[in-house]
Every structure is written in structure tokens, then in C-alpha cells.
């Protein structure tokens, strides 16, 4: 079967199982993982801290034992207009709650992971992957706990989950951000009079400190560029960011694999690159960003995919965004795993 084949298959079956808030159960998902990393010779385990609420964990074992994490979760919001309990296609999209809060990126790094064993076999740094439950809540009975009682993230050198990678089209380019922080606390006030709510020696400050660059600084400034669901946000842009970026230490994951990331992005298209940014809300990468963790929220998804839908109705996924994420993420895990420091 084809990469793209058993991608659709994965995203189906992950799909047609209801892992909503209100269901609580993402057991038969994390079983469901567990056997597709068994038939492709890699072993996996299951945690369950609560009935139902399962977690799958698999690594490949490198030669160094540091890892590079591959953090997503099978919980999902609820089912909502145009984003059901199963895939539904409509010409060259799929649509179907999860495509891309996270089933999506399960199902293509899954099959990322695979190929690069199959390939190119044991890596110079060990690969995990982790499908957590309980994110969309607060992680409870998922990453947290999974931190708080197993083994599985001891020795996590980087983590790569989502957050970021959304396309954003400014000034005859395309942007991709590249999640370096999260606010994690409900956002307070609104953006009014299509003025940003922060100063720009806030974003300045970021700059200092390793969370933007002289990109999100030109960004922010240039507050006449179109604004929608999804890419960078005003709420990027709330008061809140000022409080973090006051207490937080200077981070180096742009310095450190910023690089790689855009080089990787523009063997695709040489107009690509990336936009650092501070999202607002939270996903699971809080809990290794405060372990002092190396985190980065990335998945790329193709300009042209609607990301509306996260969260909301029409949640979807495009035949080129899962050709894209696919090519893309398995360049810069072989450029990141095999390569020796």
C-alpha cells in the first residue's frame, strides 16, 4: 500500500471513533495505534490512569538515547456541523472531526515513522511518539500524568507537537508559524479598532528573549495585512503576552532549530518561511516547555487548507495538505534523527 493509501485508511478508522470530550474514552483509539505500530515491527504501550482514558507511547530506540518526541493526542472536540464522526470526502477534502485537531497529524506521522524505519532503520537519536487523551480539558489523565508516572519522557532532547504551521500569505511571501510559546491562560480583553492591545516594545522584548524574530516584529507592525481564523490571530497579539514574555527565560529553539525547519520548508518552495509566534490558549506542549523541554508547535499544513474548522464546523483536511505534512515532516525527521551532532 501507498504512503497516501494507508495515511486515508488511518485517518478513517481514527475518525469513525469517538473520542469527543464527552465520550471520555480514548482506549480503543490508543489500542487501535498500538496494533498499527506492531504490524510495522515497532512495539508500543498503552497507559490507562482512568477507565477508558488511554495513552499510546512507541520509540524507536537510537544510538543516543535522547529524544526527539513526536507529541499529538486522540481526544477531540465535539462533533460539530460539516465536522462529523466519520470521513466524509468531498472532492480533494476530507472532512471529519480530528482531520486536523490531531487525528490528522497521528495518522501522518504514524506513517512518517514507518517509513523512515522501513528505510533507513535504527536512527542516530531515539524517535517517540505519543498519543495522549485528555488534552482538549487539561491533560489530567493524559501528558501530564504520563510525565508525572512513567518513564516516557525522561531524556526528551527536543518535543514537536502542534500549534503551529498554519500558512499565513503577507507581503508576496508565505508564513508559516512556528509555535515557540503559549499564553495558557484565557485571554483577557479584546483587540479593538484594529489596533494590537500590546506595545511593540513587548514584541521587541520577545525578539530579546528568543521568542520572535525581526519577521513577527514587521508582522505586528504592518497591522493593515488581512487578519483571519486561524494564522496569526490578534489574539497572538494580546496583553497577555506581556506577562509572559516578562517571566519566562530566554529560549534558543529559534536559534537552535529554526534553521532546519525554514531550509526544510523551502526545498518545497523557496518563497516559504517561517513566522515565530506565542500562541493563545494552550495544548500539551505547556507541560515539557515548563520542564525547561526544547518545544516548537509545528505541523505544516498547505496554504490553501481551511483552518476554520479546529474546534469548530468544517474541520478538514486536503489531499495536498496530507501530500505536504507527509513530505515535509519526513524530510526534517531524517535530517533531525539521523543525523549525528
Known amino acids: 500500500m501507498d504512503y497516501y493509501s494507508a495515511i486515508i485508511k488511518r485517518l478513517e478508522r481514527l475518525v469513525a471513533m469517538d473520542t469527543t470530550i464527552s465520550a471520555a474514552n480514548e482506549l480503543l483509539a490508543a ?23 488511554g495513552s499510546f507511547y512507541a520509540q524507536l530506540d537510537g544510538k ?25 470526502k468531498k472532492k480533494d477534502i476530507y472532512f471529519g472531526r480530528g482531520t486536523l485537531d490531531c487525528k490528522g497529524l497521528i495518522a501522518v506521522w504514524s506513517q512518517v515513522i514507518f517509513d523512515l524505519y522501513r528505510q533507513f532503520g535504527k536512527p542516530e537519536y531515539t524517535l517517540a511518539f505519543a498519543a495522549a487523551a485528555d488534552e482538549e480539558c487539561n491533560g489530567r489523565y493524559g501528558t501530564e500524568w504520563l510525565m508525572e508516572h512513567t518513564e516516557c519522557f525522561d531524556d526528551v532532547k527536543l518535543v514537536i507537537g502542534e500549534g503551529g504551521g498554519y500558512a499565513v500569505h503577507y507581503k508576496d511571501r508565505t508564513y508559516f508559524t512556528f509555535q515557540t510559546g503559549e499564553l495558557e491562560d484565557k485571554i483577557q480583553g479584546t483587540a479593538q479598532d484594529n489596533f494590537p492591545v500590546v506595545p511593540e516594545r513587548v514584541i521587541r522584548h520577545g ?13 505586528f507592525l504592518d497591522w493593515g495585512n ?12 494580546y496583553e497577555g503576552i506581556e506577562s509572559y514574555i516578562g517571566n519566562k527565560k530566554r529560549t534558543e529553539v529559534l536559534e537552535k532549530y529554526a534553521p532546519v525547519f525554514e531550509e526544510t520548508l523551502q526545498e518545497f518552495d523557496p518563497d516559504y518561511e517561517l513566522l515565530p509566534v506565542i500562541s493563545p490558549g494552550y495544548s500539551d506542549n505547556r507541560f515539557f516547555r515548563r520542564q525547561g523541554i526544547d518545544t516548537i508547535g509545528f505541523f ?18 486536503t489531499e495536498t495538505a496530507i501530500e505536504f505534512a507527509y513530505g515535509y515532516c519526513k524530510k526534517l525527521l531524517k535530517k533531525i534523527i539521523y543525523k549525528k551532532d
Not at 505544516?300 to 483536511?317: M, R, V
Open 31 to 53: 489500542y487501535f495505534l498500538k496494533a498499527e505500530f506492531k504490524q510495522n515491527n515497532i512495539d508500543g504501550k498503552i497507559f490507562e490512569p482512568r477507565r477508558n482514558r
Open 64 to 88: 543516543n538515547p535522547r529524544k526527539i518526541l513526536l507529541l499529538t493526542h486522540l481526544d477531540t472536540e465535539e462533533f460539530k456541523k460539516g465536522s462529523p464522526g466519520r470521513l466524509v
Open 207 to 219: 525578539i530579546q528573549k528568543g521568542y520572535y524574530n525581526e519577521k513577527t516584529l514587521d508582522y
Open 226 to 237: 488581512p487578519q483571519s481564523g486561524r494564522c496569526v490571530s490578534r489574539e497572538s497579539f
Open 300 to 317: 505544516p499544513i498547505e496554504p490553501g487548507n481551511y483552518l476554520g474548522g479546529i474546534h469548530g464546523e468544517y474541520e478538514c483536511i
